[in-house]
């Protein structure tokens, strides 16, 4: 695992931007694999200027979305598809038949056949992903198991929670969600987790100093990859760099 200090948010968004234009520059067609979340947020703010300073092209570019609550509209302001049209995709010129989400009001198990059939067919170049305070990524939770395929899951309470910054009230989080499973994410060329802050610390010195997978710690998966590019700032590294091993915590220098 490759892993980028960056000193600040503002600093590991513009490096993952970077990483992302850097595929697209490789392959105009690439296959990107994307998140929500505050934490990509200053990403898709760096493409989006880059796109309008003309210093990358999304025509041909492709997207596939790693989750989306059940029950939502694709209107409703916190949704998923909302986010991403929000933050990148009405500002760029991504063409819309090449944007795959999932249908937060359409029928769970159509929605995940519809994603694995595409993801049979399609290889995502990178993925870029968050992380839980709990260890999850997309929405695959810590579990007595890990779920291959695209799948229907019920949010963990922490999930729900922390989640909640996003709504009025805790009632109105949505208690299902339809995410990418393990498979989808560990088979992507390319792999970028971007972790911010003090609350992703014990998430990240746990995936960095623990060598065993277990599907109750869910980004774990992410140690049988191949190429995992970790982004974090000077202040989650802080609080880490104590407690892991020199090696595992040797700080290599990014792109
Ligand atoms: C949600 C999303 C994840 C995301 C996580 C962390 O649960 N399903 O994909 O990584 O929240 O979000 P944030 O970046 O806002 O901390």
Redesign the pocket.
């Known amino acids: 695992m490759r892993y980028i200090l960056a000193e600040d948010y503002e600093e590991g968004s513009r490096k993952t931007a970077d990483l992302i234009e850097g595929v697209i520059r490789e392959n105009q067609k690439a296959l990107l694999g994307l ?6 947020r200053g990403t898709y703010k760096y493409l989006r200027e880059d796109f309008f300073e003309g210093k990358v092209d999304f025509s041909e570019v492709r997207t596939i979305n ?2 989306e609550y059940v029950g939502l509209p694709g209107n409703h302001c916190q949704s998923f598809a909302y986010f991403m049209h929000r933050e990148l995709f009405s500002k760029v010129n991504i063409r819309p038949e090449n944007i795959m989400l999932i249908d937060g009001e359409g029928d769970p198990e159509a929605e995940a056949e519809r994603y694995d059939s595409f993801l049979k067919e399609n290889t995502i170049d990178l993925q870029l ?4 305070e709990n260890g ?4 695959n939770e810590p579990e007595a198991y890990f779920t291959a395929n695209t799948h229907l899951t019920e949010l963990a309470e922490g ?1 729900i929670r ?2 909640s910054r996003f709504f009025k009230d805790i009632s109105e989080v949505p208690k299902r969600a339809v995410t990418m499973g393990v498979s989808g994410i560990i088979n992507a060329k390319k792999i970028v987790m971007a972790a911010y802050g003090h609350k992703k610390a014990p998430a990240i010195k746990r995936l960095l100093c623990d060598d065993k997978i277990y599907p109750e710690f869910p980004c774990s998966i992410l140690k049988a990859c191949r190429d995992v590019t970790l982004i974090t700032d000077r202040e989650l590294y802080e609080l880490i760099k104590d407690s892991c091993p020199a090696d595992v915590c040797l700080v290599k220098s990014g792109p």
């Not at 998140?35 to 990509?40: L, N, Y």
């Open positions: 998140a929500t979340g505050d934490t990509p790693l989750d992903l968050g992380i839980g999850h990524i997309g929405f999930t922390a989640n």
